[in-house]
């Protein structure tokens, strides 16, 4: 089948819409899809000093499977990246929760409104902040040193995964909230009264009714934090750490640093492959909430 | 009082979240150099301070430059997508539309790492704010997509046909009905984007040439102590800025909503 | 002369056959309406003469003006959207003048037109009114004036009254038929709705799975319906099995379950087929219980059920040798009181209003 015929078969809105999408998808394919082959493409070449080595080869792959180094690193991103996911979407839970069935209806923009604030301060100050409030001589250790509630500051939340944690989990917080939030909101609020009409207590109804039907939301708001999560560099850097650094670091690291672009790339496409991998399970083990 | 429990809970959150916020002021107007309590006195000398760096007004230049142009190119090819998928049908939708979203669930490192190889190592070329754009625009344009499409989506599709059929031509329709209709769409969604970019750090780190952008700049100077009252009392302005321009965004979004009679859902993305 | 003549219009979505061959002529100021079940294809033929749709085959002529290649806002037809789409984010007046725009008149002419257009449907004053403030009758109203200031050859209208509540919708169905013998534009309305079609029409069309079934004046198409379907869809028909069993010149008789014999003129027959009918068709009101006096030719019944509608009551009597019970119509008097569930009663009938189907 030719191109004229695929032409003539299309009716006009079909032609529109096309024409009408192709910008931004042509930009989306030179500058995403090109540029990801070539990633791919340069993970299986390697550095030779000052020039690469464009023979194909496995041996990066090799290296990043061997070397403990990466091995520990992309191992403690995908943890670490599996918590604070676990730890945002179950504090975030409770807050969509409340502001979409206690809050009334007209002052629940105004705490969205107050849910979002902190996300638009500079991302960079916010981690900043963290450091500041979690370390030695921070705002915690004084605060409860003060109080009278401990003699020494505690070390065991700077310079660790658990920083990480936290820190991330409160950059995150308004991404997850408002896709379950959002969820929430779509529930028909009949079918909690029916659940209930039907002999279910509160609990039972919001494991029976409610959670099933807030799930779409719950893993939207899981996949918007698991996936950024691995590719962050500034917060374990900042806060983390030498036990708190990730493999986005050691991308940082290998493309800016030791300009091994073909390392770097190697351990992006294993990371992107990873993430990828992980979310499509964790869709697929959720697949009868999507429908 | 209705959610005891949850209510406490939900105040105590807020508490966790205002945190590093309500400090960010504490610290930018405290006299004493090193960020640590308790507080000394009051000053504005950080803010002052903030005039005479030239480094810095030239960082906020061009990353407003940057901002600028990521978002008129996100809401241009914002509003192509949008009105493709809201109005047409066409084949391959699904998997178009898909691959335009990708950057929204993709590790912006990701996005960096794979412009930093075909920049440098395959085209050659200088890195430099135009890079930073390009970055830019694939991670805003999902966003402005998914502004617009709720605003165009809102829209009846005989309002259209209605202009066309009272004598005007397509264009004609779109320019007096459609764009006028999701205009406030429009302008919430430049305002986003031009937010994210404005506060976009791990791609333009990779991606900004000889002129840092100021989140670029602001990274440099984290690790100079001394410097770090100033940077306090630069976020400061910036959060105050990006929630004039949110507040202004929401303004426009719920005008959007009324106008086409829709009942407001609230709050953004 | 017709105003629009439509030849063999084929349409297709995709493998979706949606109009199969629709010929048909509307005259020049004639309130012609498209009257089928959902689905059937109206809201279809309408865009494709609007020109939204375009044909897969076949000619629209309007104005003796073959409309191939014509786009919508080139075609000399204005149309009244089921939603009614006024332009939310204009006034009233705006709304109404917008299709003057082009026109380029003076200011004062431009607000003289659009004044008269809203007096027209009666929105004297409103032009000044945001159009999201309106009820759901003045928005049709405004409708109405924005497309009839254009003075259109021919005027749309998609289900224009389904919106509206039954009062309102009452109201607006004799006013859109004053309105349309005032302007005398050619009125083309989409209606799933009989009666409707009946009270408003000079013609309708009856479609059926995007053919059009029967083309004829309401008491035409009422009192002799083409086929079983038109039949049923239009009003309430009784279907009754029957046999021919002689044709002379100036009389047909039939052997009809539950009636016995009938005598029909010729004329009742359908045109062209002569023999083997078997099924005939009666309104509710060509069949009446016998209060007094005795008729020519009267069955036993017995009444089954009945519902009671002020001015007149329905009921249901199951004749001998019919399956199921027939409707009978009956004007309440006070010499007439209304039976009781399970009476038995006499049946008569009104011979020539029997219907006869080819099948
Ligand atoms: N754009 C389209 N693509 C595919 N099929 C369509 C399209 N528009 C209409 N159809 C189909 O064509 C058929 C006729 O549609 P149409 O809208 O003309 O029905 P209608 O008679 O106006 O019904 P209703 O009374 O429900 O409005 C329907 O089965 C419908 O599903
Ligand atoms: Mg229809």
Known sequence: MGVRTIATRLDSDAKRGLLLVSPTAVYVLLLLAAPLAAVVTFSFWTQDFLTIDRSFTLDNYREAFTDPLYRVLMIRSLVISGIVTVVTVVLAFPIAYFVSFYVPPERKALWIFLITIPFWTSYLLRVFLWKVILGFNGVLNSGLISLGLIDEPITFILYNANAVVITLAHAFAPFTILPIYVALEKIDRSLLEASRDLGENRVTTFFRVTLPLAMPGVIAATLIVFIPTIGDYVTPRLVGGPNGLMIANMIQTQFLKLNNAPMGATLAVLAMCAVTAISLIFVLMNRRYLR | MKGGWLRIYAIGYLVFLYLPVVLLPMFAFNEGTVIAFPLKGFTTEWFVQLAGIEALHGALLNSVFIALVTASLSVIFGICAARASTRFRFPFKGPIMGAIMVPLVLPEIIVAVSLLVVVVQVLDLPLSAWTVIAGHTLICTPFAIAILSSAFQGLDQSLEEAAVDLGETRWGAFKNIILPLVSPGIVASFLICFTISLDEFIIAFFLTGAEPTLPVYIWSQLRFPTKIPAVMALGTLMLVASLIILSVAEYYRRRGVERVGGKDSGGFL | ?359
């Open chain 3, 1 to 359: 002369m017709s105003i629009i003549s439509l030849k063999a219009i084929e349409k297709y979505y995709g493998d979706y056959h949606a109009l199969k061959g629709i010929d048909c002529e509307i005259a020049e100021g004639e309130f012609f309406s498209l009257l089928g079940p959902s689905g059937c294809g109206k809201t279809t033929l309408l865009r494709v003469i609007a020109g939204f749709e375009d044909v897969s085959s076949g000619t629209v002529v309007i104005g003796g003006q073959n409309m191939a290649g014509v786009p919508a806002n080139k075609r000399p037809t204005n149309m009244v959207f089921q939603s009614y789409a006024i332009f939310p984010h204009l006034s009233v007046a705006e709304n109404v003048g917008y299709g003057l725009r082009r026109a380029r008149l003076p200011r004062a002419e431009l607000a003289e037109k659009v004044n008269g257009a809203l007096k027209m449907v009666g929105l004297e004053g409103f032009g000044g009114r945001a159009s999201h403030a309106l009820s759901g009758g003045q928005r049709q109203r405004v409708a109405l004036a924005r497309a009839l200031i254009l003075e259109p050859k021919v005027l749309l209208l998609d289900e224009p009254l389904s919106a509206l509540d039954k009062k309102m919708r009452e109201q607006m169905q004799t006013e859109l038929r004053r309105l349309q013998r005032q302007v005398g534009i050619t009125f083309i309305l989409v209606t799933h709705d009989q009666e409707e079609a009946l009270i408003m029409s000079d013609r309708i069309a009856v479609m059926f799975e995007g053919e059009i079934a029967q083309l004829a004046a309401p008491q035409e198409l009422y009192r002799r319906p083409l086929t079983r379907r038109v039949g049923e869809f239009i009003g309430v028909m009784n279907f009754l099995d029957a046999r021919q069993v002689d044709t002379g010149i100036s009389q047909v008789r039939f052997d009809v379950d539950g009636l016995g014999e009938v005598e029909i003129k010729p004329e009742q027959l359908p045109k062209g087929a002569r023999s083997f009918y078997s099924v005939v068709g009666l309104r509710p009101e060509a069949l009446s219980i016998v209060y007094d006096g005795s008729p020519k030719s009267a069955v036993p019944g017995k009444v089954v059920d009945l519902s009671y509608y002020g001015d007149m009551t329905y009921y249901e009597v199951q004749l001998e040798g019919t399956s199921s019970p027939v409707t009978i119509s009956m004007k309440n008097l006070t010499s007439r009181p209304v039976l009781e569930r399970g009476a038995e009663t006499q049946v008569t009938w009104d011979a020539g209003s029997l219907v006869v189907f080819a099948s």
